[in-house]
Each structure stands twice: as structure tokens, then as C-alpha cells.
């Protein structure tokens, strides 16, 4: 390290050039008026999960079932909301590296803190339903509580194999790229919170929805400024990665949307009958779980929203047929192709 104690100070005017990219912009361009607006928004609505009027929620009038029941639909949103602060705090790194102008960077800072609040919802919701602060080394009360658990350590096995794909995209895509998975998320997010909304009866629960729904359709507000901003000077070979990361983003994010498909999710055989399980129970509870039929309409509408925006800028879209959605085929889909974030 003989360069480390030279002292170019002594020998130049200026110093050399920092090397690039370096972490931090010294610069403040703003040229995206619809992201600093965004970023006001999230000023203003900020929100605290712990402050939510939590002592209107008497578990003791669910049963243990039931209470299983909603705290694993919690843990099943908890593999993707407690993977979103990592996910997007890299995100944010990766705008200062690039120099993004300064509300990209304030917009990915605000949508990192929703996400800990959604994760930090999910934690509470779990904690009391349960009481116990972790859903995988609780010890269930019911049988159809050890079934949901053993489906728990499934998904969280799945996630995990996410996270390493991932670390890896991040430094691989431009910004442009990573929005477009980020996106399909977003839109998707933003719809079936509206819907938990609608049909739960729990207060706090209710309360919870409306502000995970409100911030996610900011998130998908951001996605939508960025993606007007980039999409139309995007090279086609980025092109062609977007409509792969879209299929990809169906495949993963299906899981809590829809149902997981088993040709990508490595799940046991028993892993959907126990999951609509306790969905039928957690409905019954007044839990407001879309039923199979509302879940795949949503997603279809959902992706064809996704769709439309995609069109507007001639990106090709990936076949769906799932949701009865066509276009273009994508195999060979695996999970450490992902980076799609809810
Ligand atoms: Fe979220
Ligand atoms: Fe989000």
C-alpha cells in the first residue's frame, strides 16, 4: 500500500480524477418533477405499523386455527415483504453509484422505509396472532397449524435462493431493467392489498392494507416516472431481458398472488391443499384472502396492465398462459434468474 501515505496534495493544484463509479454523487441534478413529487407524497404518509390501534385486536376470539390460519398468510407475505428492505436498500446503493439524480435516490430511500413498515406489519400481525415472534420455531397448536408450518420452511427455503440471484443482478442491470421486474411487483402489490382491504374485517388489519396500499401505489408511481424517463432510448438487448425478468416476475411473485407453480417453486406435493386450507379457514375468520377465481382474475388484469405499459414502448411480452395472457415464449425460468421485489 506505498500509495496509500503519498501526499499528492503536495505536488498537484487539484487532485486526479475520483475513479468511477464511486458511491457518491457530489451533485443534486433534478430533473424528474412527477419523482419529487412522489417523494413529498411519501413525506406526508409516512406511517407507523406499532401505532395502529393494535389493542382493538382480541385473539382470543379466533380460534387457534384460525389464528394459525391468518399468521401464515402473513408469513407467506413476509417472504417477500422481509426480503424487500435488503432488496431495496441495494437498489438504493446502486442509484448513488450511478449518480442518479437526486429524487431517484429519495424515491428508493422512501420505498426502502415502507417496506420495513410492511415488514415490520407483518412481524406484529404474526407475533400476536401467534404469540410468538417467529412463525418457524413456534410450536403449532392444531394439525392444520403443523401443516402450515411445514409449508412456512418451504417458502422460506425458496426465498432464500432468491436473495443470491439476486445480489448478483443488481451490478449486471441497468436501472432501466431492474425497474420493469420492480414494477410488476408494484402493480400487483397495489391490487391485492386493496383487496385484503375490502374484504377483511379486522380493524387494525383494515388499517394496515390501506397504508401498504397507498405506499405501494406510490412505489408503482416511481416505477412508471423512471420507466417514461428510460424506456424509450433502451437498447434491444435490454429489451429482451425485460421480457424475460417479466416472466420470470410472474413465476415468483405467483406464489402470493396466485398459487406457486410447482415446475419452479420447489414445494412438497401437499403444499396447495394445505394452503387453501387455511385460506378457506382465514375467510371464514373474516380475513379477506381473494378466492382462487378473484386471485387469477386479479393477476390477469394485473399483468395486462403490466402489458400495456410494456406495448407503449414495443417491448416485446412474455406468453402467460396461465392467466390466458400470449406472446412470446420464455423457458428455462430459474430462481436465481429473479429480481422482481413485491
Ligand atoms: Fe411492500
Ligand atoms: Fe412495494
Same mark, same amino acid.
Given at each position: 500500500?506505498?500509495?496509500h501515505?503519498?501526499?499528492?496534495s503536495?505536488?498537484?493544484?487539484?487532485?486526479p480524477p475520483?475513479p468511477?463509479?464511486n458511491?457518491?454523487p457530489?451533485?443534486?441534478?433534478s430533473?424528474?418533477?412527477?419523482l419529487?413529487e412522489?417523494?413529498?407524497?411519501s413525506?406526508r404518509?409516512?406511517w407507523?405499523?406499532?401505532?395502529?390501534p393494535?389493542?382493538t385486536?382480541?385473539?382470543?376470539?379466533?380460534?387457534?386455527?384460525?389464528?394459525?390460519?391468518?399468521?401464515?398468510?402473513?408469513?407467506?407475505l413476509s417472504?417477500f415483504d422481509?426480503?424487500?428492505?435488503?432488496?431495496?436498500a441495494?437498489?438504493?446503493?446502486k442509484?448513488?453509484?450511478?449518480?442518479?439524480?437526486?429524487?431517484v435516490?429519495?424515491?428508493?430511500?422512501?420505498?426502502? /422505509?415502507?417496506?420495513?413498515?410492511h415488514? @415490520?406489519?407483518?412481524?406484529?400481525?404474526?407475533t400476536?396472532?401467534?404469540?410468538?415472534?417467529d412463525?418457524?420455531?413456534?410450536?403449532?397448536?392444531?394439525?392444520?397449524g403443523?401443516?402450515l408450518q411445514k409449508n412456512a420452511?418451504?417458502?422460506?427455503f425458496?426465498?432464500? /435462493?432468491?436473495?443470491?440471484?439476486?445480489?448478483?443482478?443488481?451490478?449486471k442491470?441497468?436501472?432501466?431493467?431492474l425497474f420493469?421486474s420492480?414494477?410488476m411487483?408494484? @402493480?400487483?402489490a397495489?391490487?391485492?392489498?386493496?383487496q385484503?382491504?375490502?374484504?377483511s374485517?379486522?380493524?387494525?388489519?383494515?388499517?394496515?392494507f390501506?397504508? *401498504?396500499?397507498?405506499?405501494?401505489? /406510490?412505489h408503482m408511481a416511481?416505477?412508471?416516472?423512471?420507466m417514461e424517463?428510460?424506456?424509450p /432510448?433502451?437498447g434491444?438487448e435490454n429489451r429482451?431481458i425485460v421480457?424475460k425478468?417479466?416472466r420470470?416476475?410472474?413465476?415468483f411473485l405467483s406464489?402470493?398472488?396466485?398459487?406457486p407453480?410447482m415446475?419452479f417453486?420447489?414445494?412438497?406435493?401437499?403444499f396447495?391443499a394445505?394452503?387453501?386450507?387455511?385460506?378457506?379457514?382465514?375467510?371464514?375468520?373474516?380475513?379477506?384472502?381473494?378466492?382462487?377465481?378473484?386471485?387469477?382474475?386479479?393477476?390477469r388484469?394485473a399483468i395486462?396492465?403490466?402489458k400495456?405499459v410494456l406495448?407503449t414502448y414495443? @417491448?416485446?411480452?412474455?406468453a *402467460?398462459?396461465?392467466?390466458?395472457v400470449t406472446g412470446?415464449?420464455?423457458?428455462?425460468?430459474?430462481m436465481?434468474?429473479i *429480481?422482481p421485489v413485491?
Amino acid at each position: 500500500m506505498a500509495g496509500h501515505n503519498e501526499r499528492l496534495s503536495d505536488s498537484m493544484e487539484f487532485p486526479p480524477p475520483t475513479p468511477q463509479p464511486n458511491v457518491y454523487p457530489l451533485s443534486w441534478h433534478s430533473h424528474t418533477r412527477k419523482l419529487q413529487e412522489v417523494w413529498e407524497a411519501s413525506l406526508r404518509e409516512n406511517w407507523d405499523p406499532e401505532k395502529l390501534p393494535w389493542d382493538t385486536l382480541d385473539v382470543d376470539s379466533y380460534t387457534w386455527e384460525e389464528r394459525e390460519a391468518i399468521a401464515y398468510w402473513w408469513t407467506l407475505l413476509s417472504v417477500f415483504d422481509a426480503s424487500a428492505p435488503p432488496v431495496f436498500a441495494e437498489a438504493l446503493i446502486k442509484t448513488y453509484e450511478v449518480h442518479e439524480e437526486d429524487p431517484v435516490r429519495k424515491c428508493f430511500f422512501s420505498v426502502t /422505509r415502507d417496506e420495513q413498515n410492511h415488514e @415490520i406489519m407483518c412481524g406484529l400481525a404474526i407475533t400476536r396472532m401467534l404469540g410468538h415472534p417467529d412463525p418457524l420455531s413456534y410450536q403449532p397448536k392444531t394439525d392444520l397449524g403443523r401443516r402450515l408450518q411445514k409449508n412456512a420452511k418451504w417458502l422460506y427455503f425458496n426465498g432464500g /435462493r432468491y436473495w443470491s440471484g439476486y445480489k448478483q443482478a443488481v451490478p449486471k442491470y441497468d436501472l432501466a431493467v431492474l425497474f420493469s421486474s420492480f414494477l410488476m411487483g408494484e @402493480i400487483a402489490a397495489a391490487t391485492i392489498f386493496k383487496q385484503m382491504y375490502d374484504n377483511s374485517r379486522e380493524a387494525v388489519f383494515k388499517e394496515g392494507f390501506k397504508n *401498504i396500499g397507498r405506499d405501494e401505489g /406510490r412505489h408503482m408511481a416511481i416505477c412508471m416516472a423512471v420507466m417514461e424517463r428510460d424506456y424509450p /432510448r433502451m437498447g434491444p438487448e435490454n429489451r429482451a431481458i425485460v421480457t424475460k425478468q417479466i416472466r420470470a416476475g410472474y413465476l415468483f411473485l405467483s406464489a402470493v398472488l396466485f398459487e406457486p407453480p410447482m415446475d419452479f417453486w420447489d414445494l412438497p406435493k401437499d403444499f396447495i391443499a394445505n394452503q387453501r386450507e387455511a385460506e378457506e379457514v382465514a375467510r371464514g375468520a373474516g380475513f379477506g384472502i381473494p378466492s382462487y377465481e378473484a386471485k387469477k382474475e386479479n393477476w390477469r388484469r394485473a399483468i395486462l396492465n403490466l402489458k400495456g405499459v410494456l406495448d407503449t414502448y414495443h @417491448i416485446p411480452f412474455p406468453a *402467460i398462459p396461465e392467466v390466458g395472457v400470449t406472446g412470446e415464449e420464455v423457458s428455462d425460468t430459474a430462481m436465481e434468474d429473479i *429480481i422482481p421485489v413485491f
